[in-house]
T-cell receptor
Framework: AQTVTQSQPEMSVQEAETVTLSCTYDTSESNYYLFWYKQPPSRQMILVIRQEAYKQQNATENRFSVNFQKAAKSFSLKISDSQLGDTAMYFCAFMKHSGGGADGLTFGKGTHLIIQP | GAGVSQSPSNKVTEKGKDVELRCDPISGHTALYWYRQSLGQGLEFLIYFQGNSAPDKSGLPSDRFSAERTGGSVSTLTIQRTQQEDSAVYLC???????????FGDGTRLSIL
């Protein structure tokens, strides 16, 4: 079984600052995917960024980038030039790569990110 | 519609009643997932469908929970004889194939009195 740990229950930064959210995971799988999802108060889970474990290059999506350290099983999310609309719960998630079976996401407990004006 | 649609948005019911939650995935998505989100347990994976079949039902919390998917599209999650610990937000997600990014609906908030 996989576990995902987010050690920061809550973080608060000023608008325009850069913030890094931490995530570590534990798995015996060699091929898997990692995700960061954002959940604003509206409740809908929104995909922020995705990383395939076999790719060494860190994924980036505009202001969002990850630092993927496979050996250390670490997958942190960096948000640059933070905006008020980035305020939300952020969940790190793991999914094994398989040809069948249960491919559900394993989520961390989440980090509540607050962007202050 | 453009996204995953779940109904109802909110459901309040008495303990012991049966409830049915519905999920309409994005058109063309073959994989469909159910999750439960509660304060105490966080986000839990419940069940996954590839087409109409569910290869693994071991994530369902108890035998009071069941799910089906017909026509490779709409799915229903049924909870029989509801208990207070069933109170949670039930999220549905779909993807065009297993292993691909999942797109979530807005969820159904279930409250058991």
């Amino acid at each position: 079984a996989q576990t995902v740990t987010q050690s920061q229950p809550e973080m608060s930064v000023q608008e325009a600052e850069t913030v890094t959210l931490s995530c570590t995971y534990d798995t015996s799988e060699s091929n898997y995917y990692l995700f960061w999802y954002k959940q604003p108060p509206s409740r809908q889970m929104i995909l922020v960024i995705r990383q395939e474990a076999y790719k060494q290059q860190n994924a980036t999506e505009n202001r969002f980038s990850v630092n993927f350290q496979k050996a250390a099983k670490s997958f942190s999310l960096k948000i640059s030039d933070s905006q008020l609309g980035d305020t939300a719960m952020y969940f790190c998630a793991f999914m094994k790569h398989s040809g069948g079976g249960a491919d559900g996401l394993t989520f961390g407990k989440g980090t509540h990110l607050i962007i202050q004006p | 519609g453009a996204g995953v649609s779940q109904s109802p948005s909110n459901k309040v019911t008495e303990k012991g009643k049966d409830v049915e939650l519905r999920c309409d995935p994005i058109s063309g998505h073959t994989a469909l997932y159910w999750y439960r989100q509660s304060l105490g347990q966080g986000l839990e994976f419940l069940i996954y469908f590839q087409g109409n079949s569910a290869p693994d039902k071991s994530g369902l919390p108890s035998d009071r929970f069941s799910a089906e998917r017909t026509g490779g599209s709409v799915s229903t999650l049924t909870i029989q004889r509801t208990q207070q610990e069933d109170s949670a937000v039930y999220l549905c997600a779909s993807s065009w194939d297993s292993g691909q990014p999942q797109h979530f609906g807005d969820g159904t908030r279930l409250s058991i009195l």
